[in-house]
């Protein structure tokens, strides 16, 4: 064996930098901590070569006095704390005092900073963490540090650099996250000489989501606002039409700080549940407001995971407030005509994981096509002129006032505890509370402009005319939503009906042995299945919504379905079910339905009740006449 010897301080000080600085953007990350920390209100980022050769950030912040400098690059050196009661509720960024010293003992460093009470600032220049010089400069209120040539000294480190690309695309990453933690901080980020973000820091979190993802994508996201014990939970989240094939636009913040978090992952998640389509993933922007004692953020070398200390109450407030926050949301998909605008739904980026970003993300230019948000007008709007002169619109008096008291538009009723996935559910089911709609919500629907029935196309769209817009609703999406949701207000149990003489069929092998694994399951839904022996199934009942006709196919549906989510959480597979069911029992598209069919989907999705069906593809989408007459170049 080799003796044993401590080592010397500074290889000691190479492997603390490899836990805080991993790669360019580490960097990044800290210096902009330190700008935030330093109170700036612009934070400007600037790297060459993917920040291999060059990184530079500078702030208008409170600068450092010129004899406190060196301290600032020691390990452990730090005016955010002082004791470890302070550890306990910090409320800065950094506070362990280490990232200043892990980045200058792995590059080639220059500070430059003045304070607001000094005439001249202070210039100091490191290298592999050794101090080589220091003098008076002057300089612009704030703080820049330079650091060029990371890792110079570890070529070790150096080898496992991805390319210049893929480092610039995770500083931009960074910047993106510090701008959407920090609306009020102007933050700009320039990559080899030319700009890529710049976000207004007007303190609104729209405009820096607009700035971040761009016009188009933000325009899918809908504001929440809600809170539970002790949390407060604001930002925005993606409407159901407008998820996509990555998590890569789900941002948390908790207290300022962006943070990586499963509970609050699934939380969000499961507020979609029954509501998008499956295999996409819903973003988010969310703010999370604790009590600084209510998080640990200690845990974590680069503080990106944080413990709660009531994981279970912040789970509960996220979920209703994004649960409220998709009820309250009134807008439909607007019909895209011609081919002025793309349709944001299945738009170019949607599958663009966020790094892949190229395109300069400056603020807003509102010259773009209108689209669905603008089109999105409140319920309650001028009556205007029937569409032709002569042409009366009658307007049923029944309908002129809906018959059954509005219900507000909230997602399926979800019982609480039916609500939560079994493995992260909290064992205890979360006291509802989503927030009530705000007056002026009411006030709209009370005054529901009336609508009528103009027809129908292609036997599957009813075409629905409402003040000055048309709606097309997708009848079968409509209903399916309806009976998806009937089903799970009855609380799983829907109403049995005995055949008079049993269904047989005979399905694959392996779909007769799934439907009779699960046949307890399938029996608390109404089915009676046995085995009739020579591979045959009998069924003996059926739930009231499946028609004799729809048995066997409802059934070996539900086979695949159960093949595939059999592992899966018992609460996910009823969902499944369900939505097998709500969709054979509804009416189908291309199929002729009589008028009081048509008028009774058309009045629940007019009410509100209905928005998306449960696989998060819209029911209805609205085409206005303005839409129209431009077309026709009547204006
Ligand atoms: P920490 O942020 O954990 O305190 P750092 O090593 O990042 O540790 O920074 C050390 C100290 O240097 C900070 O506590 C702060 O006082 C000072 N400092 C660093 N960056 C800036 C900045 N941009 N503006 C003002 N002071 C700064
Ligand atoms: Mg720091």
Request: net charge negative; with cysteine; glycine share 8%.
């Amino acid at each position: 064996m080799p003796h044993i010897e401590q080592l010397s301080a500074h290889v000691a000080d190479l492997i603390a930098a490899g836990e805080v600085v991993e790669r360019p953007a580490s960097v990044v990350k800290e210096l902009c901590e330190n700008a935030v920390d330093a109170g700036a209100g612009t934070v400007t980022v600037e790297i060459q070569n993917g920040g291999m050769t060059l990184i530079r950030v500078t702030d208008d912040g409170c600068g450092i006095a010129p004899e406190e400098a060196p301290t600032a690059f020691l390990r452990h050196a730090t005016s955010k704390i002082k004791n470890e009661y302070d550890l306990e509720a910090i409320g800065t960024l950094g506070f362990r005092g280490e990232a200043l010293a892990a980045i200058a003992a792995v590059s080639r460093l220059e500070l430059l900073t003045r304070r607001a009470q000094d005439k001249l600032g202070t210039s100091l220049t490191l290298e592999g963490g050794v101090v080589l010089g220091q003098e008076e400069a002057g300089c612009p209120l704030g703080t820049t540090l330079l650091v060029r040539d990371l890792f110079y000294n570890t070529p070790a480190r150096l080898k496992f650099m991805k390319k210049d690309a893929a480092e610039a695309a995770a500083c931009l990453a960074v910047v993106q996250r510090q701008a959407l933690a920090r609306p009020e901080i102007s933050f700009k980020f320039i990559k080899d000489g030319k700009q890529e973000l710049l976000t207004p820091g007007d303190g609104q979190l729209r405009s820096a989501l607009y700035a971040v993802l761009g016009r188009e994508l933000a325009l899918g996201f809908a504001p929440v606002s809600g809170s539970g014990e002790d949390v407060k939970v604001t930002g925005f989240v993606s409407l159901p039409t407008c998820c996509r094939g990555t998590r890569g636009y789900q941002f948390f913040f908790v207290n300022g700080r962006w943070v990586k978090s499963a509970a609050l992952t699934a939380a969000l998640e499961q507020a979609y549940a029954n509501q998008k389509m499956v295999g996409k993933f819903p973003g988010c922007v969310l703010h999370l407001e604790l009590k600084l004692n209510g998080v640990d953020v200690n845990v974590h070398p680069t503080k990106q995971e944080v413990k709660f200390g009531q994981e279970r109450a912040v789970f509960s407030a996220v979920y209703y407030a994004v649960l409220s926050a998709l009820g309250a949301d009134k807008s439909r998909p607007a019909v895209v005509v011609g081919q002025a605008a793309k349709p944001i739904i299945e738009g170019k980026q949607t599958s663009l994981p966020l790094h892949d970003f190229t395109a300069p993300r400056t603020a807003p230019v509102p010259t773009a096509p209108p689209s669905r948000r603008e089109e999105v007008k409140p319920a309650v709007q001028p009556v205007s002129a029937p569409a032709k002169p002569g042409v009366e619109l009658p307007v049923p008096v029944e309908e002129a006032r809906p018959a059954a008291p509005v219900r507000p538009a909230a997602p399926a009723p979800i019982p609480a505890a039916a609500s939560v996935r079994q493995e992260e559910a909290p064992k205890q089911a979360p006291a509802p509370a989503p927030s009530p709609p705000s007056p002026a919500l009411v006030e709209e629907e009370k005054q529901e402009t009336p609508w009528r029935i103009a027809g129908e196309l292609f036997h599957t769209y009813i075409i629905v005319e409402q003040g000055d817009k048309a709606l097309l609703i997708d009848k079968h999406a409509a209903h399916e939503r309806m009976n998806f949701d009937k089903m799970r207000a009855q609380d799983y149990l829907p109403m049995s009906q005995t055949l008079l003489t049993p269904v047989v069929f005979t399905p694959a092998p392996e779909e007769a042995a799934v439907l009779l694994e699960h046949g307890e399951e399938l029996d608390r839904l109404g089915f009676d299945i046995s085995d009739f022996g020579g591979g045959s199934l009998a069924v003996r009942s059926v739930p009231d919504y499946v028609s004799l006709g729809d048995v066997e196919a409802t059934l070996t549906e539900i086979a695949g379905k159960l093949a595939i989510t059999g592992s899966t959480g018992y609460q996910e597979r009823r969902d499944d079910i369900l939505h097998t069911m709500a969709c054979k029992a509804a009416i189908k598209g291309g199929w002729k339905s009589g008028p009081q069919e048509l008028e009774r989907v058309a009045k629940a999705v007019m009410a509100g009740e209905v928005k998306y069906c449960p696989h998060g593809r819209p029911v209805a989408i609205e085409l206005t006449q303005k839409q129209l007459e431009k077309q026709f170049k009547r204006s």
